[in-house]
């Protein structure tokens, strides 16, 4: 069974300007990279993390109106662990479906990825590995943030246990 991490809603205006908290990607959609970003990448130029880019004011705001539209989604933050030999990913927002599981998800990142099938993909929570049955609502209510978010972050390794 396929899982879209975020669906748009067809009624809205497309001629409205994009914001990039509101930008949301979807799990069927290709990861594009152009060259620019090959050599960010490459280059290791620090990208500021989600809650250095936008208050927690904006961050609690945009939250609520996520939850409000998509009561069935959790909003997720997904960053690389900074010592983490991996690509960073083009997007970090994520609305993942209350009952998918971490094992799920985990496959879902690994193909956005473009992940070797031999290379294992660690997602951990406040510094701790959720069991891969676990899902994600769970998750949510207990390590949520105080801006809505539930923050997580990915790695090669079994880096914090």
Known sequence: LFYRFFTKNQSEPTNQPKNKLNTFCSANKKQKQTS??????RM???????KDQFSSD???KESRN???K???????IIEKYSNADLPDMEK???LVPRDMTVGHFIHMLS???QL???KALFVFVQNTLPQTASRMDSLYSTFKEEDGFLYMTYSTEKTFG
Do not use: C, M, Q, W
């Open 111 to 113: 193909n956005r990825l």
């Open 92 to 94: 970090n927002k994520y």
């Open 36 to 41: 620019f970003d090959r050599r960010k990448s």
């Open 66 to 68: 996520i939850i409000a």
């Open 116 to 118: 070797d099938p031999s």
């Open 70 to 76: 998509y009561p069935d989604r959790v909003p997720v």
């Open 58 to 60: 904006e961050r609690l």
């Open 44 to 50: 290791g130029i620090v990208v500021k993390s989600f």
